[in-house]
Each structure stands twice: as structure tokens, then as C-alpha cells.
């Protein structure tokens, strides 16, 4: 079975502090997604990454930069916490791009004070 | 651009009630139709899933076939349990949209024994 993980289920950070989002997955998927899930908006894409050191903005990224290392590992990094950055993350891995199914972590509770 | 619409919720039914909740899609070319479950404290999770018109998905007990002349992606279930109440997500996925899912907003389901 695929597995992928995230660092923390819950997440308490104060506003300015830098926080670091890590997700592994073991299928050896190209390809990894980071979500944010909000009440009534669903999933909303804030980047994603089709290989080892590239990464393409998704819908909203501002606030947010991405790093991935290596294939198997792919970080979100808030430089600055800020309120309105609370919520849940959520990430995601594919073999095919677009075209096959999602994996998708348990995701991360992150609450900004 | 592409877009999916789901009912919102939240639906609640007693065990062994007929389920419909659906979806709409806009998208130009052939996009592939997903509908993903996501548990209390879980990530999301493929249910089931159509590559082209006509086809029928199922899973669990699940159904729900792509329609293009209606645009439409309707997940169905003849008959509820307890343990089916979650979030369920539809989604669109394939070459159109430049290889990203787009996810409706989640329909909550709750089922009462």
C-alpha cells in the first residue's frame, strides 16, 4: 500500500514564526501536491513539484514556498505564519500526472495565533 | 476555465436510505471524474473513478457514471450504513486543466443508526 505522512497532525505557531510542513511518501512517486482544505472552499492547490528541485505554483501560493530535495520528500514552508493561515494541509502523491489517483496523507491541523 | 459544483450539505439520512449526491463539472476536452471519501480524521481516499463518457465507477456498494451530455458525475448508494458518513469530494483530473485535480467544495454525509 502507498503511504505518505506528514510530520504533525496538530500544529500550534505563533504569528511571524517560520513553520516547516514535511511530507514522505514511499511509492516513489514523481509527482507531490500541497493542499490547503477549508470549510466550503474544498481543496484549493497551493504547489506542486514533477521532480526532484522543480516546483510550479498552484492556485494560491502567495505566503508559501516549497522544497523538494529529494523524490520522496516534499516540504511546505510558511515564512511568516499569519492568522489567516490556519488550517488544514493536506498532502498528496500520483504516479501519473493529472490522470490517476491521489495518494494522500492524513494531513496537518495548523493553527496560527 | 475548469470547475466542479457539488450539493452542498450537509445530508443526513437514516441506515439504509438511498444516497444521491451530485456533481457537475465544466472542463473543456476529456477530463477524467474521481469522487473521493474522507473520513473523521483521515485524508482523503480514492472511492471510485470514470476515464470517459458512459463509464461507470463503483466501489463499496458506490456508483456513479460520467455523463457528458448532462456533465454531470452523480454518486449514488442503494443503501446507507452508519460507518459511510464523511466528507466526499468530487474531482476532475486529466489533460485538461494542465494536469491539476480540481476538486468540488465536499458534500458532508452524516447517517443516523
Not at chain 1, 502507498?2 to 504569528?15: A, C, D, F, G, I
Not at chain 2, 457539488?6 to 476536452?29: D, H, K, R, W
Not at chain 2, 454531470?72 to 442503494?78: A, M
Not at chain 2, 494542465?98 to 467544495?105: E, M, P
Request: hydrophobic share 30%; glycine share 10%; with cysteine.
Amino acid at each position: 500500500d502507498v503511504k505518505v505522512t506528514q510530520s504533525s497532525r496538530y500544529l500550534v505557531k505563533r504569528t511571524g514564526e517560520k513553520v516547516f510542513l514535511e511530507c514522505v511518501q514511499d511509492m516513489d512517486h514523481e509527482n507531490m501536491f500541497w493542499y490547503r482544505q477549508d470549510p466550503g472552499l474544498g481543496l484549493r492547490l497551493i504547489y506542486f513539484s514533477y521532480d526532484v528541485k522543480m516546483k510550479e505554483k498552484g492556485d494560491i501560493p502567495e505566503g508559501y514556498s516549497v522544497s523538494r530535495e529529494k523524490k520522496e520528500r516534499f516540504s511546505l514552508i510558511l515564512e511568516s505564519a499569519s492568522t489567516n493561515q490556519t488550517s488544514m494541509y493536506l498532502c498528496a502523491s500520483t504516479l501519473k500526472r493529472g490522470l490517476g489517483e491521489q495518494y494522500f496523507g492524513p494531513g496537518t491541523r495548523l493553527t496560527v495565533t | 476555465g475548469n470547475s466542479v459544483t457539488q450539493m452542498e450539505g450537509p445530508v443526513t439520512l437514516s441506515e439504509e436510505a438511498f444516497l444521491t449526491i451530485n456533481c457537475t463539472y465544466t472542463a473543456t476536452g476529456y477530463p477524467s471524474l474521481f469522487w473521493y471519501v474522507q473520513y473523521p480524521g483521515e485524508g482523503l481516499q480514492l472511492l471510485l473513478k470514470a476515464t470517459k463518457a458512459d463509464d461507470k465507477g463503483s466501489n463499496k456498494g458506490f456508483e456513479a457514471t460520467y455523463r457528458k451530455e448532462t456533465t454531470s458525475f452523480h454518486l449514488e448508494k442503494g443503501s446507507v450504513q452508519v460507518s459511510d458518513s464523511a466528507v466526499y469530494f468530487c474531482a476532475l483530473g486529466g489533460y485538461t486543466g494542465g494536469f491539476k485535480t480540481i476538486f468540488g467544495a465536499g458534500t458532508r454525509l452524516f447517517v443516523k443508526a
